[in-house]
């Protein structure tokens, strides 16, 4: 009973490809992430979904279009992938948006790595 | 540019050892502040979390400290376990950006047997 789940967890592309990560998570939480973590382990947000409204778009390139179909599923999607984009993809829910505080714990999926050769 | 600093480095302890990690960060209006642990080929996990109203929390063999004066946080561990061994991150969310949870770069924690 995995609490987020994301697929796939290895894919490996050429450049210039489309490709889409799957994210699904059963809390029933209201709020989806998009995380994103180079080499280096530095993970940096790309997205933010409130029950399927986006709210956090951090100057991501428009190659990259998240799409929540419900509140439960935030996916992403990828044109004409580049070098650049190998990393690794985490999806992430928390119960609602808004500051921390007990109970508002962001919970991770188990990442997507992305390869681009 | 981002607000929470830790260069990655390596922290290796004997096993029953204490660690203390160390995280700076420099947006004084962060009013929350979580530990996260990340073991290889794994998301980040929830250690702890801290609000800016409190200097120290403690939970299960696990404390963090808050130095609000000095923009400084810490993750000390009791009983150093193998088990503990992974990469550590401190991260924060400001009042500014209340959706957003910006990361530090990490610390890798290596528990000598």
């Known amino acids: 009973d995995t609490a987020v789940s994301q697929t796939p967890k290895y894919l490996v592309t050429q450049m210039g490809n489309d490709k889409s990560i799957k994210c699904e998570q059963n809390?029933?939480?209201?709020?989806m992430y998009w995380y994103k973590q180079d080499s280096k382990k530095f993970l940096k947000i790309m997205f933010s979904y409130n029950n399927k409204e986006l709210i956090i778009n951090e100057t991501v390139p428009n190659r990259f279009s998240p799409k929540s179909p419900d509140k439960a599923h935030l996916n992403l999607h990828i044109n004409s992938l580049e070098l650049g984009d190998s990393a690794v993809y985490f999806c992430?829910?928390?119960?609602?948006?808004?500051?921390?505080?007990?109970?508002?714990?962001?919970?991770f999926g188990e990442g997507s790595w992305l390869t681009v050769v | 540019g981002e607000n929470v600093g830790l260069h990655l480095p390596t922290l290796s302890v004997q096993e029953g050892d204490n660690s203390i990690i160390n995280c700076a960060y420099s947006n004084s209006a962060s009013d929350y502040f979580i530990w996260y642990k990340q073991e290889s080929g794994k998301g980040p996990q929830f250690i702890i979390d801290i609000r800016s109203n409190m200097d120290k929390r403690q939970g299960q063999r696990v404390t963090v400290l808050l130095n609000k004066t000095v923009k400084h946080l810490s993750l000390q561990i009791a009983a150093t376990q193998p088990g503990d061994s992974a990469v550590y991150f401190c991260?924060?969310?400001?009042?500014?950006?209340?959706?957003?949870?910006?990361f530090g770069s990490g610390t890798r924690l290596l528990v000598r047997p």
């Open positions: 992430a829910s928390s119960p609602r948006p808004g500051r921390g505080g007990s109970g508002n714990t962001i919970y």
């Open positions: 809390l029933g939480h209201d709020t």
């Open positions: 991260a924060e969310k400001g009042m500014d950006s209340s959706y957003k949870l910006i």
